[in-house]
């Protein structure tokens, strides 16, 4: 299993660099989907989703809370972490009472690889309208999905052990996407909207 996540990581990152170069759709840094999908394969889908649903509902109480709170930027991510806290404490606590049996089996670090996570939403919140962090948080949350996806395929898992050079096709078309100067298809949607517009 740690050999197949291992060949996925180039796997995932292409499919991240073609959502964010020709569909256009923004999202958190590469890597975070990458382990977001990484923490759900550790924890479970159930468990992870419940987690991190306490973390993306603490970072927006932060936002809201924190917005016109005259203090600098990293001590305000920090009284942000206070909410991350209690919010995830709180899901833990609630998933033992709907007795979530995956919730007692959890270790420390997956649960911290998806607080540490819910810092890089935070700080997107921080610097970002309240719509462009929805559409930014979706799409990493989606992207994490197929990874994961990906990541308890058996179909997947066979032919990444059996064909682990399949993982090279990523070189040319990471190649391709970086010689990819047209329009991205959410601009093309945008541009479409905005001549049927003009048209009227």
Request: proline residues 4%; glycine residues 6%.
């Amino acid at each position: 299993n740690t050999i197949v996540l291992i060949f996925l990581i180039p796997v995932i990152a292409t499919l991240i660099a073609f959502v964010r170069v020709v569909i256009g759709l923004p999202a958190l840094e590469m890597m975070v989907p990458i382990v977001l999908s990484f923490a759900f394969v550790a924890v479970g889908i159930t468990a992870g989703l419940i987690i991190l649903g306490a973390v993306i509902l603490a970072s927006f109480v932060s936002r809201t809370l924190l917005r016109k709170v005259p203090i600098m930027y990293f001590p305000k991510r920090s009284l942000s972490h206070l909410f991350l806290s209690f919010f995830v404490f709180g899901a833990l606590t609630i998933a033992i009472i709907l007795d979530f049996e995956s919730i007692r089996e959890l270790s420390i670090f997956p649960v911290l690889i998806l607080t540490l996570l819910g810092d890089s939403i935070v700080s997107v919140q921080l610097r970002k309208t309240v719509r462009e962090t929805i559409v930014i948080t979706a799409v990493t949350l989606g992207l994490a999905l197929v990874g994961y996806t990906l990541a308890t395929s058996v179909a997947v898992r066979d032919l990444v052990i059996l064909w682990p050079e399949i993982i090279l096709i990523t070189v040319p078309i990471n190649f391709l996407l970086g010689r990819y100067f047209g329009l991205r298809l959410s601009e093309v949607f945008r541009f479409r909207s905005l001549e049927a517009y003009a048209g009227k």
